[in-house]
């Protein structure tokens, strides 16, 4: 394994469905040589691209299922890195797109920027990742990759700019100009292997010249070097890649390269550019959080001396037991060393490391900064830090939220019964937003998580991925009780008949609080209450917050303290304290007029502008606060605030407004109180359900 | 859906309402509640403009413009968020436009100057009380080159027609001031006459623009006929001075206040 950061590359391959990522990657693994055949998505049998892509990656086991593959080019190293793009707001996404450091965005010539595209730039822009773009199918009826460069300026705002032009297009594609070496490549041979580089061909000499100097125009803007030999005519070709980079890399420009990958045409010269343009782990600022001074932002150096940070990213189930795949940003990892888990704390020992090749693995004794690769046996969840002995920097945020949906899940039948604990099991541990319990009262088992769609994506994986159907309840909401005045209490529990006699009193207040969930405070003087018999006191208060006297939610933000009371010498025990306690708190309770509580999440829609009036209306119904829309050219992004029990179904309402041209993300903001007739109706259904019970 | 509305407003207000009309009937006021409405009162009271002598309800009248001139970073948008609050807290709907900052930046300044009251003024409840007039504030942005009064109107439309948001006042942060916008800022009064909408500008002013002998300055020259209040924000050492330019009297009326420019709130202390 070299150790060479600065020729490593670290990137993911994005597009529309359809657009060919899987031929593309295909086509880059074959001329890397990591795989020695050219295996087609759409086979003789003529059955669909999507069905194939589907067998083709079970069949190869390459790239699309494993989290990383790597391969070389011009001695430089080059991960490819697979990133989800059907959720955008779990956990999972985000860890996916910050291991990459550039990407690569396919657009179809024909289709230009789709609406997955769209979807897929706005994630790369959140993670700001640089990207080139690769406009695929050059080859293809209708084909026209100016008018897909056109596209992403005005669809996607990226300053893109050609870096080659086509020679012929559709049936009569046969290679492009370089407009920064101003040759013609052509791609001969079966697959496509060999370039054979001429001059530019007469005819497309002018609009060659013509699109460099629009490229140096460009480029121009972020290099005064580049400026200055542009205006005395001595543009160098690495003067031109040096100008390009820095822009792309900034995310300023957006080099765009064309081919068509089913056809062998134009990968080599992109994979150049992966090499030439993309950033390496260096030139990359990573930050990570310092989770003992209170998450404070920490920048991290690819220096391989220092002590190591590295992060858990994916998690593969495999024939010899977990596969953690890993980033190392900082530091050197080797095997023997041991690491600590920031999260757990527990020490590991690295007992195995191993870079991923399509579907072997290699051994390997060191992995440094920027390097990408497999922990064997290390007992860990998705997104966990390793870091050295001594260091308590995280890649993620060690705070996670609390759920807020709740859904039952039935599994169908007894195979499927084995198969979703398998699959609870791997996702608890791959996302720990996702929580799974058994229901006390019904004996269900019950999924929750951040929203609907994060627990759609979990059921519909059991069933792709461990081929477990189960029916889902009705998503519940999970909403909580709290108190808003002040209340006092002063309960006394006696029972005295028959068998040993129990004595209590517990007297005090409660009120609400933002400190915590639950705050206990003991103010009894002169031993009132025993003080052995105070945390009997406690546990008997805590027992009646999982279920809340007024609607059996959590009760939370409530401070409870207890000022006096009396005991009896033989009948007070730790149970007629806890029992004094729950008397206390429920007449404490109905006097501090508790409320309803519901998840409110921050829900942001991004839409195209004709549009905006239908989905803020879309909103107004749900019971939302529209906190703002932000203008952004020919699309519009629209803030608000919306109750979680309102959201469900909010997909389907949104794609039907918007002809299915607006996406929305959704995260937990706060709790906020019920409105009182919603508050009233809940009451209602509870009453209701009770009397079915 | 209108209707659905109001009966959402309220139920959202309604900590709040119970002794706002004089002639309800005798009920229990909880000490609670008139604490919050308390509240409210004394910080509608404390607004800089009311201390300012300005007492038309809103400084302006319907369809009328203010505007509020400094230097960059002098502090207009704090200025404007506190007017915005003022409304707010008066149970008024604000409709803030920035043409510089995106959603979120805005969002944050409302943050930030809530805090600093609720520091300066010791208030506890501040959560809820910005919990309640929260509704009452609708945050739009715009590339400065894609704002024309035409889309505002069809944005405005949009809100209004659904029964979204109804603005009673509009803040407009970032709108350049030169030669080419007297025409904008004409439909501008037609859109706020029509929808009844009194409007705030932030006008920035530049060193090397000398303003007028009247002492208007050099930004609102061709429009100042559009304007019923101006005022001004100027640093002067450690403070920034808040003098008013125009309307509500003659400027002399107006004592002149002063901001501490680390919270952009008033101090206590004015100059005459």
Not at chain 1, 557 to 580: E, R, T, Y
Request: net charge negative.
């Amino acid at each position: 394994m070299k150790n060479e950061i600065h020729k490593v590359r670290n990137i993911g391959i994005s597009a529309h469905i359809d657009a060919g990522k899987t031929t593309l990657t295909e086509r880059i693994l074959y001329y890397t040589r990591r795989i020695h055949a050219i295996h087609d998505v759409k086979g003789k049998d003529g059955i669909g691209a999507a069905m194939d892509f589907m067998e083709l990656e079970r069949e190869r086991g390459i790239t699309i299922t494993s989290a990383a593959t790597h391969c070389e080019w011009q001695d430089h190293e080059i991960n490819i890195i697979d990133t989800p793009g059907h959720v955008d707001f779990t956990i999972e996404v985000e860890r996916s797109l910050r291991v990459l450091d550039g990407a690569i965005l396919v657009l179809c010539s024909v289709g230009g920027v789709q609406s997955q595209s769209i979807t897929v730039d706005q994630q790369m822009a959140r993670y700001k990742v640089p990207c080139i773009a690769f406009v695929n199918k050059c080859d293809r009826s209708g084909a026209n990759p100016f008018r897909v460069i056109e596209q992403l300026k005005d669809k996607l705002g990226h300053n893109a700019v050609a870096m080659q032009i086509p020679l012929g297009l559709e049936a009569g594609f046969n290679g492009v100009v370089d407009l920064v070496t101003m040759k013609a490549i052509y791609f001969d041979g079966e697959n496509g292997e060999h370039l054979r580089i001429e001059d530019i061909p007469e005819n497309l000499l002018s609009e060659a010249l013509e699109r460099r100097e629009e490229l140096i125009d460009v480029a121009s803007m972020f290099s005064d070097e580049l400026t200055e030999a542009a205006l005395e005519d001595e543009v160098t070709e690495d003067l031109l890649i040096q100008a390009i980079r820095k822009a792309t890399l900034r995310r300023d420009m957006t080099p765009v390269f064309m081919g068509s990958a089913y056809k062998n045409k134009g990968i080599q010269p992109l994979l150049n550019a992966v090499t030439n343009l993309l950033p390496c782990p260096f030139d990359v600022e990573t930050e990570a959080l310092d989770s003992g001074n209170d998450e404070t932002p920490v920048t991290l150096s690819s220096d391989p001396e220092k002590p190591v940070v590295a992060l858990a990213f994916k998690l593969e189930d495999g024939p010899y037991g977990q596969l953690t795949y890993v980033r190392v940003y900082q530091g050197t990892l080797s095997k023997g060393e041991t690491i600590v888990n920031v999260r757990t704390g527990k020490k590991v020992k690295i007992g195995r490391l191993v870079r991923m090749h399509a579907h072997q693995m290699e051994d390997i004794l060191v992995m440094p900064a920027g390097y990408i690769g497999a922990l064997f046996g290390i007992e860990c969840a998705s997104g966990d830090t390793f870091a050295a002995p001594g260091i308590s920097l995280t890649m993620t945020s060690m705070h996670v939220p609390d759920p807020v949906i709740s859904l039952a899940i039935v599994p169908k039948d007894n195979k499927a019964e084995v198969n979703v604990s398998k699959a609870l099991a791997r996702f608890t541990k791959e996302d720990p937003t996702f929580k799974v319990y058994v229901s006390d009262e019904t004996g269900d088992t019950v999924i929750s998580g951040m929203g609907e769609l994060h627990l759609e994506v979990y059921v519909e994986r059991m069933r792709r991925e461990y081929d477990a159907d189960v029916t889902t309840g009705m998503p519940q909401v999970a909403y909580r009780e709290t108190i808003t005045t002040r209340a006092e209490f002063n309960y006394t529990h006696k029972k005295q008949t028959g068998g040993a006699g129990q004595f209590g009193r517990v007297a005090g207040y409660m009120e609400a609080t933002t400190e915590d969930d639950f705050v206990f405070e003991n103010k009894v003087v002169g031993g009132a209450i025993p003080t052995q018999l105070i945390s009997a006191c406690e546990k008997g208060f805590r027992k009646c917050l999982t279920k809340g006297p007024k609607m059996e939610f959590p009760v939370t933000g409530i401070k409870l303290v207890i000022n006096d009371g009396a005991s009896h010498s033989v009948d007070s025990s730790d149970m007629a304290f806890q029992a004094a306690a729950r008397g206390a708190f429920l007449e404490g309770y109905a006097k501090a007029k508790p409320v309803i509580h519901e998840p409110v999440m921050k829900v942001v829609v991004e839409t195209p502008t004709e549009f905006q009036g239908a989905v803020m209306g879309s909103l107004n119904q749900r019971r939302a606060i529209i906190v703002g829309t932000q203008d952004e050219g020919p699309m519009c992004i629209i803030e608000a605030q919306v109750p979680l029990a309102e959201m469900f179904g909010y997909s389907t309402a949104l794609r039907s407004a918007t002809q299915g041209k607006a996406q929305f993300t959704m995260e937990f903001f706060t709790y906020r109180q019920v409105p009182k007739g919603i508050a009233e109706e809940l009451v209602k259904r509870k009453a209701e359900e009770k009397n079915a019970a | 859906m209108r209707h659905k509305y109001i009966v959402e407003q309220v139920e959202r207000t309604e900590l709040v309402k119970p002794i706002e009309s004089p002639s309800s009937r005798a009920k229990v006021v909880y000490l609670k509640d008139r604490n919050f409405y308390m509240l409210k009162k004394d910080l509608i009271l404390r607004n800089p403009l009311r201390l300012m002598g300005y007492q038309t309800e809103g400084f302006l009248p319907k369809g009328g413009f203010g505007a509020i001139l400094a230097r960059a970073g002098v502090g207009k948008t704090a200025f404007l968020v506190q007017l915005a609050l003022n409304s707010m807290l008066e149970s008024k709907n604000v409709l803030h436009i920035s043409l510089c900052d995106p959603v979120k930046k805005v969002g944050l300044w409302y943050e930030e100057i809530v805090r600093n009251i609720a520091n300066q003024y010791n208030v506890r409840q501040m959560d809820q009380l910005w919990e309640a007039i929260l509704p009452h504030r609708f945050i739009m942005t715009f590339k400065v080159e894609s704002f024309s009064v035409p889309k505002l109107e069809e944005r405005i439309a949009d809100l209004t027609e659904q029964g979204i948001f109804f603005p009673q006042t509009i803040l407009i942060d970032g709108l350049p001031f030169d030669e080419t916008a007297r025409g904008s800022f004409s439909d501008l009064k037609t859109l706020a006459k029509d929808y009844s909408m009194r409007v705030w500008f932030a006008v920035r002013t530049h060193r090397h623009q000398k303003p007028a002998p009247d002492g208007m300055p050099a930004p609102l020259l061709d429009v100042a006929d559009l304007f019923e209040v101006a005022v001004e924000l100027q640093p002067e050492g450690k403070e920034i001075h808040v003098r008013a330019l125009k309307g509500g009297g003659t400027p002399s009326d107006h004592p002149v206040l002063v901001l501490d420019p680390s919270t952009m709130l008033i101090k206590d202390k004015r100059v005459t």
